[in-house]
């Protein structure tokens, strides 16, 4: 049986990824040399609070559309606004959007546009067919249970969203939408099945329906593309967005417009401010200790 000599000096201590004894070191055995290899928030990004609060305005922007969305509900339940007017507000909407494209998106070419048309034309054609379903879809459900829904499915539209707008891609481009992005609009549009199941007429159905389809579906297209062509347009819509939304809900509610006032500063302010502050505490540890990332290199 072999032993260890004492007299026989020791080799020098070695890092080895895996396995192997080093003779005269025990098993845990680190040297001054260990750590001189570790680095500190190598991937943590520093953020500056400016930067964070024009990045959050599109954020205070997507909910300003949709409080206009329910202010819109509001009026048309109360009928303060009839389905003709909705009408005329919804051609207004599509045309601006096909304008907001055409400016912000060079790659929009003729053919691509009339494709558009042709789908929203059948869009619009397959509405109008399924508005007197959706006129007597909900007539056994109480209103109170309506509403309840209705909230339920906004708040998990906007906590659900892509605010980010990773999964918007311009016109042409493709578009591979994330599960979350999926559920978000989906609980749009049964929100606004639900509110549009509790009018008069089918056609105010119609009219609500596709007012609530063109801005859940086009209005993050819109907003991204304008946001890619011009950043300082983007910031004059959204302080303007924001601006008509709080006047609109002040002469609503004043219990909505305080929410949505404080909402809006909590989002652009005071979120910023915290994010800001929290990245002192953040502390992250790297070294040749940690798990080994392959990269290949396929070159042909």
């Not at 048309?76 to 207004?92: F, G, M, Q, V």
């Not at 209705?150 to 891609?169: A, E, K, N, P, Q």
Request: positive net charge.
């Amino acid at each position: 049986m072999e032993t260890d000599n004492p007299d026989r000096p020791r080799q020098k201590w070695k890092k080895k990824a895996y396995g192997g004894i080093q003779p005269g070191y025990p098993d845990n055995h680190t040297d001054s040399t260990f750590l001189q290899e570790m680095i500190t928030n190598a991937n943590v990004v520093k953020r500056d609070l400016s930067k964070v609060i024009l990045d959050s305005i599109s954020i205070s922007q997507y909910v300003s559309v949709v409080s206009l969305v329910v202010s819109i509900w509001t009026h048309t339940l109360n009928s303060k606004i009839d389905e003709h007017a909705l009408l005329k507000l919804d051609i207004i909407l599509l045309a601006l959007g096909f304008l907001v494209l055409l400016v912000t998106s060079p790659s929009l070419s003729l053919h691509l546009l009339m494709k558009y048309f042709l789908n929203i034309s059948f869009f619009i054609s397959g509405l109008y067919v399924l508005a007197p379903v959706y006129h007597t879809l909900t007539r056994s459900i109480s209103s109170d249970s309506i509403w309840a829904l209705t909230v339920s499915l906004l708040v998990i539209h906007l906590f659900l969203h892509d605010y980010s707008g990773s999964t918007i891609r311009p016109p042409g481009a493709l578009n591979n939408p994330k599960l979350a992005s999926n559920i978000s609009l989906n609980a749009s549009i049964v929100a606004s099945v639900l509110i549009a199941s509790r009018l008069p007429s089918w056609l105010h159905v119609f009219a609500i329906m596709l007012f609530s389809l063109q801005v859940f579906l086009f209005a993050p297209l819109v907003m991204f593309c304008v946001k890619k062509y011009s950043f300082r347009v983007h910031l004059v819509f959204s302080f303007i967005l924001v601006g008509v939304t709080l006047t609109v809900t002040y002469q609503l509610h004043r219990l909505f417009f305080g929410t949505l006032l404080v909402l809006t500063m909590f989002i652009s302010i005071i979120c910023p401010y915290w994010l800001i502050r929290i990245q002192e505490y953040k502390f992250e540890i790297n070294g040749p200790w940690d798990e080994a990332k392959l990269c290949f290199d396929i070159t042909e």
